[in-house]
Nanobody
Framework: QVQLVESGGGLVQPGGSLRLSCVASGIIFRDYVVGWYRQAPGNQRELVAAMRSSGSINYADSVKGRFTISRDNAKNTASLQMNSLKPEDTAVYSC????????????WGQGTQVTVSS
């Protein structure tokens, strides 16, 4: 059974930092692109960052320079370090793993709430 479990969300003041983690089980992690999506109420889900095992990374323009994605294939984990957080970063953040060849094989975590507010 495939599982992706996120942790690390919470309430933080503007300008603060949070680190999200995602632990995967049941898949060969290195064969998957790992990404973080977010969805705020009333908004469409958007890709925040994605990383291939090769090290190739993509970021949404809105988070470039503030967020950093990383992964550890040996530990089946991925992280999203979020700095200089803004109220508009408030959303449910979800981890996703998408097979690099068979993209229909994709798995999602349950999501973790990030709230940026004073």
């Amino acid at each position: 059974q495939v599982q992706l479990v996120e942790s690390g969300g919470g309430l933080v003041q503007p300008g603060g930092s949070l680190r999200l983690s995602c632990v995967a089980s049941g898949i060969i992690f290195r064969d998957y692109v790992v990404g973080w999506y977010r969805q705020a109420p009333g908004n469409q889900r958007e890709l925040v960052a994605a990383m291939r095992s090769s090290g190739s990374i993509n970021y949404a323009d809105s988070v470039k320079g503030r967020f950093t994605i990383s992964r550890d294939n040996a530990k089946n984990t991925a992280s999203l370090q979020m700095n200089s957080l803004k109220p508009e970063d408030t959303a449910v953040y979800s981890c996703v793993a998408i097979h690099t060849i068979s993209t229909s094989r994709n798995y999602w975590g349950q999501g973790t709430q990030v709230t940026v507010s004073s």
